[in-house]
C-alpha cells in the first residue's frame, strides 16, 4: 500500500517514530494508503532545515524566487489528470471538479504569486513636514503553513506560494484527511529543483503536528486555514511565543435573493452556492433568504433543480455530487439534519443518506439537502454544517433580512441578488462579511483581499495583502 512520506531538506522520508495513519478512500469508505503520523521531533527538523534554507532563500532576487514558482506552476499543469485523480479519490469530490477547477487553480496560486512578487515593491513617502519616509518589506522568517481538507491543494498553495514569493521558508501541513496531493506536489518541488529546505511538507494529525507548529519558537508566523475552534486552539499556543497570525475560518454565508433579481441565473447560482463540492466550501451560501413574493416560485424551482443533481461514484463524469469527506464528517451532515428535524425543519428534498451500489456500497453520499420552516436563530440557521444542506427563509424588508443576515457569529462572505444595484450595493456596505458578491458568486480576482470577520477570519489572503503578512516591514526616515 502507498506510503505518504514527509517532505523535509528535499527529501521524501518517513516519520521518526516510524508510524503512519490509515488513509481512506470516501467513495469507498477503504483504506487506500498509509499517511505519515509524524510528531514533534519531525518538526523541530523541518525548522531546522527551513532556517538554514532561509538563509540563502531569502537573498535570492524576486525573480530568481519567481523562477522557482513558475516552474512548480508548469509541473501541476503537466500532472493535471493525475493530481486531480489523487484529490478525487483522497476528498470525494468530482473528478471534473477536482480537474477543471481545484488543480488549475493551485497552477494559478504559484502563477499569481510568481508574477505579483515582482510587482511587490516598497513605498516612498513626499516629504510632509519633515523627512523622507522609505518603506522596506523583507522575508519574515520561517512560517507555517496549516490547511484543511475541502480544497486540499487549491488552499495549500494559496498559503505557500505566497510565502515562498516573500522569501520566507515554510514548514507546511496539509490535512491529514486529505494529503495526497500535497505529497504529489513534493515530488513536483524535486523536479523543480527547489532548493533543500525551503519548502518542508510534514503529514499527522493536527494535535500532533499543527500543535507542533503553533508552539514553535522559530517559527515566525502562521497561516491557518480550517475551523473556527482550530483556529482558537492555534491562537492560544501561538501566544506564548507571539508569533503573527493569519487564519481564515468558519463560515455561515447568506444567500440573498430580492424578487428584482435575474429569476434563472440567480436560482442557477444559489444551487451552485449552496452545494458545490457537497456544501463543503467555506464560502458556500447555505442560509438562503428570499423576498415573500418570489419565495414560493423561487423554492419550487430550487427544489426542481436540486432534485436533478446526481449523487454518485466521484469518478463517474455523470456525477454532479460525490462523497462526503470522510466517515466522521458523514456522521457530523447526519447528526445535523437529526438536529434540524427536531428544530421543525420542513425537508423539501434530501435529509438523507445517499446508498450506492458495489463499490461505493460504503461510501460517504448525502443527498442534497433543502429545509423550510426553521427559525433564523435556531442551531442549523446558525451553526456551521459544511455540508450539502441549506435552508431557505422568506423576507418582507431589507432591515430584516439584515438582520437575519448579520445574526450568527460567523462573517465570512456573502451574495445578493438584485437588479437594483443602489440597494445592494447599500446592503453590501452593511453586511457584517469580508467579501460580497453582487449577482454572482464566488468570483475570484487573485490581487483582492480575502478572509472574513467577526469569528470568520482574522487578517487577509491574497495580492499584497499576505505578502505584507510575510514579510517585515521597515520605515526608513531621513531629514
Ligand atoms: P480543522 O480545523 O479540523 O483542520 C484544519 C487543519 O488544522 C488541519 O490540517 C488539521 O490537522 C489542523 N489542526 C487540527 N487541530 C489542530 C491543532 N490543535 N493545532 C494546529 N493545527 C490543528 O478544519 P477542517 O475540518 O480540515 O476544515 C473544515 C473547516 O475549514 C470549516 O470550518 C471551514 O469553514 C473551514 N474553512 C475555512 C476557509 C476560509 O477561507 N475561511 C476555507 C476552507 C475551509
Given at each position: 500500500?502507498e506510503?505518504i512520506?514527509?517532505?523535509i531538506?528535499?527529501?521524501?522520508?518517513?516519520?521518526?517514530a516510524n508510524q503512519?495513519?490509515?488513509?481512506?478512500?470516501?467513495?469507498t469508505?477503504?483504506?487506500?494508503?498509509k499517511?505519515?503520523s509524524?510528531?514533534?521531533?519531525?518538526?523541530?527538523?523541518?525548522?531546522e532545515?527551513?532556517k538554514?534554507?532561509f538563509l540563502t532563500w531569502?537573498?535570492?532576487s524576486p525573480k530568481e524566487r519567481?523562477n522557482y514558482?513558475f516552474k512548480?506552476?508548469?509541473?501541476i499543469?503537466?500532472?493535471l489528470d493525475?493530481?486531480?485523480l489523487?484529490?478525487?479519490i483522497d476528498?470525494?469530490?468530482?473528478?471534473?471538479?477536482?480537474?477543471?477547477i481545484?488543480i488549475p487553480?493551485?497552477?494559478?496560486?504559484?502563477?499569481f504569486f510568481?508574477?505579483?512578487?515582482?510587482?511587490?515593491?516598497?513605498?516612498s513617502?513626499a516629504?510632509h513636514?519633515k523627512g523622507?519616509n522609505k518603506?522596506?518589506?523583507?522575508?519574515l522568517?520561517?512560517?507555517?503553513?496549516?490547511s484543511p481538507?475541502n480544497?486540499p491543494?487549491?488552499?495549500?498553495?494559496?498559503k505557500?506560494?505566497p510565502?515562498?514569493?516573500?522569501?520566507c521558508?515554510?514548514?507546511?501541513?496539509p490535512?491529514?484527511v486529505t494529503?495526497m496531493?500535497a505529497f504529489?506536489?513534493?515530488?513536483?518541488?524535486?523536479?523543480?529543483?527547489?532548493?533543500?529546505?525551503?519548502?518542508?511538507?510534514?503529514?499527522?494529525?493536527?494535535?500532533?503536528?499543527g500543535?507542533?507548529?503553533s508552539c514553535?519558537?522559530?517559527?515566525k508566523a502562521?497561516?491557518?486555514?480550517?475551523s473556527t475552534?482550530?483556529?482558537?486552539?492555534?491562537?492560544?499556543?501561538?501566544?506564548?511565543?507571539?508569533?503573527?497570525?493569519?487564519?481564515e475560518m468558519g463560515?455561515k454565508?447568506?444567500?440573498?435573493v430580492f424578487s428584482?433579481c435575474?429569476f434563472e441565473?440567480?436560482?442557477?447560482?444559489?444551487?451552485?452556492a449552496?452545494?458545490?463540492?457537497?456544501?463543503?466550501?467555506?464560502?458556500?451560501g447555505?442560509?438562503?433568504?428570499?423576498?415573500?413574493?418570489l419565495y414560493?416560485?423561487?423554492?419550487?424551482s430550487?427544489?426542481?433543480?436540486?432534485?436533478?443533481?446526481?449523487?454518485?461514484?466521484?469518478l463517474?463524469?455523470?456525477s454532479d455530487?460525490?462523497?462526503?469527506?470522510?466517515?466522521e464528517h458523514?456522521?457530523?451532515?447526519?447528526k445535523?439534519?437529526?438536529?434540524?428535524?427536531?428544530?421543525?425543519?420542513?425537508?423539501?428534498?434530501?435529509g438523507h443518506?445517499?446508498?450506492?451500489?458495489g463499490?461505493?456500497a460504503?461510501g460517504f453520499?448525502i443527498?442534497?439537502?433543502?429545509?423550510?420552516?426553521?427559525?433564523?436563530l435556531c442551531r442549523?440557521?446558525q451553526e456551521?454544517?459544511?455540508?450539502p444542506?441549506?435552508?431557505?427563509?422568506?423576507?418582507?424588508?431589507?432591515?430584516e433580512?439584515l438582520?437575519m443576515a448579520?445574526?450568527?457569529?460567523y462573517?465570512l462572505?456573502?451574495?445578493?441578488?438584485?437588479?437594483?444595484?443602489?440597494?445592494?450595493?447599500?446592503?453590501?456596505?452593511?453586511?457584517e462579511?469580508?467579501i460580497?458578491w453582487?449577482n454572482?458568486?464566488?468570483?475570484r480576482?487573485?490581487?483582492?483581499p480575502?478572509?472574513g470577520?467577526k469569528?470568520?477570519?482574522?487578517?487577509?489572503?491574497g495580492?499584497k495583502y499576505?505578502l505584507?503578512?510575510f514579510s517585515?516591514?521597515?520605515n526608513?526616515c531621513?531629514l
Open positions: 500500500m506510503r512520506l514527509n517532505y531538506n528535499g527529501e521524501l522520508i518517513s516519520p521518526q503512519f495513519l490509515d488513509n481512506i478512500n470516501p467513495a469508505g477503504k483504506v487506500y494508503s499517511v505519515a509524524s510528531h514533534d521531533q519531525d518538526i523541530n527538523k523541518a525548522v532545515c527551513a538554514k534554507a531569502s537573498q535570492l519567481s514558482l512548480i506552476s508548469e509541473l499543469l503537466k500532472y493525475e493530481l486531480a489523487a484529490e478525487s476528498n470525494g469530490k468530482p473528478f471534473e471538479v477536482a480537474r477543471s481545484d487553480r493551485s497552477a494559478e496560486n504559484f502563477k510568481a508574477q505579483q512578487i515582482l510587482h511587490f515593491e516598497g513605498e513617502f516629504e513636514e523622507k518603506v522596506f518589506f523583507s522575508p522568517g520561517v512560517v507555517g503553513c496549516i481538507w480544497l491543494l487549491y488552499l495549500f498553495s494559496w505557500i506560494a510565502a515562498l514569493a516573500a522569501g521558508t515554510v514548514v507546511a501541513k490535512s491529514e494529503p496531493s504529489l506536489l513534493s515530488k513536483i518541488c524535486l523536479e523543480a529543483g527547489l532548493p533543500a529546505g525551503v519548502l518542508n511538507i510534514v503529514h499527522g494529525l493536527g494535535s500532533n503536528v500543535e507542533a507548529i514553535h519558537q522559530d517559527i502562521i497561516s491557518f486555514t480550517g475552534s482550530t483556529g482558537r486552539l492555534i491562537a492560544k499556543s501561538a501566544a506564548t511565543t507571539m508569533k503573527r497570525l493569519h487564519l463560515g454565508n447568506p444567500t440573498i428584482d435575474d441565473l440567480t436560482v442557477e447560482q444559489t444551487l451552485r449552496a452545494f458545490s463540492n457537497q456544501g463543503q466550501i467555506c464560502l458556500c447555505s442560509r438562503i433568504f428570499v423576498e415573500r413574493s414560493e416560485s423561487f423554492t419550487k430550487l427544489v426542481e433543480k436540486i432534485k436533478k443533481l446526481k449523487v454518485g461514484n466521484p463517474d463524469p455523470e455530487q460525490g462523497a462526503v469527506v470522510s466517515r458523514f456522521h457530523k451532515v447526519m445535523c439534519l437529526e438536529i434540524a428535524k427536531s428544530e421543525g425543519g420542513k425537508f423539501l428534498t434530501g443518506q445517499v446508498k450506492l451500489l463499490e461505493n460504503d453520499f443527498a442534497p439537502t433543502l429545509i423550510a420552516n426553521l427559525n433564523y442549523t440557521n456551521e454544517i459544511f455540508g444542506v441549506a435552508s431557505i427563509t422568506p423576507f418582507d424588508s431589507e432591515e433580512v438582520m448579520n445574526s450568527t457569529e462573517g462572505a456573502a451574495s445578493i441578488w438584485s437588479s437594483d444595484l443602489e440597494k445592494a450595493q447599500r446592503m453590501a456596505l452593511s453586511l462579511c469580508g460580497v453582487i454572482n458568486w464566488m468570483t480576482d487573485l490581487r483582492t480575502f478572509g470577520m469569528e470568520s477570519g482574522r487578517g487577509r489572503e495580492g499576505i505584507e503578512f517585515n516591514i521597515k526608513i531621513t
